[in-house]
T-cell receptor, first 109, second 115 residues
């Protein structure tokens, strides 16, 4: 079993829909990252969480440390949100990340 | 924050050859990592690039196949040696700018195809 599991693997939505992507992990962590990967391969960091909730524009990320679960929400989705969203956990302050397999999101106009 | 560039952005190489990928950061950083993302798979850590000493490799990755250099705090290279089609992947450099920081930044990636 992977240490970081994401669901769904693929998600198609209509423009304007509210989107939720889930991430569960099985190890102790110091931080959880949500990343966005575009077709060219480059990765952008969206959020880094160690507790609670963060919001940036239309994106909201939450984490429940006790349940070892995090969610990424996108409100009023737009075709430009189409990308792969990756959850990654960090162990220790300088450690490398352990990645989920990603959720491929496609938002149709 | 840290701005990271990688060269080349993509390449198509022949089996048996080697390719060196460069990672340049616009500021000094404490940690640099190299990751591989094979098609349809999650990113996997290859090694931690240590400044002035040998890289620390993860299980399944060896120095002869993936030699890494880090001559200073802003630059690192990863070489993929004696390539085979199984090495076709995206290779990413990431950095942790400061001690005791959870922030990580990623390069744009190098898309390698081996024929």
């Amino acid at each position: 079993k992977n240490e970081v599991e994401q669901s769904p693997q693929n998600l198609t939505a209509q423009e304007g829909e509210f989107i939720t992507i889930n991430c569960s992990y099985s190890v102790g962590i110091s931080a959880l990252h949500w990343l966005q990967q575009h077709p060219g391969g480059g990765i952008v960091s969206l959020f880094m969480l160690s507790s609670g909730k963060k919001k940036h524009g239309r994106l909201i990320a939450t984490i429940n440390i006790q349940e070892k679960h995090s969610s990424l929400h996108i409100t009023a989705s737009h075709p430009r949100d189409s990308a792969v969203y990756i959850c990654a956990v960090q162990r220790g302050s300088q450690g490398n990340l352990i990645f989920g397999k990603g959720t491929k999101l496609s938002v149709k106009p | 924050s840290a701005v990271i560039s990688q060269k080349p952005s993509r390449d198509i190489c022949q089996r048996g050859t080697s390719l060196t990928i460069q990672c340049q950061v616009d500021s000094q950083v404490t940690m640099m990592f190299w990751y591989r993302q094979q098609p349809g798979q999650s990113l996997t850590l290859i090694a931690t690039a240590n400044q002035g000493s040998e890289a620390t490799y993860e299980s399944g990755f060896v120095i002869d196949k993936f030699p890494i250099s880090r001559p200073n705090l802003t630059f690192s290279t990863l070489t993929v040696s004696n390539m085979s089609p199984e090495d076709s992947s995206i290779y990413l450099c990431s950095v942790v700018p400061r001690l005791h920081s959870y922030e990580q930044y990623f390069g744009p990636g190098t898309r390698l195809t081996v024929t």
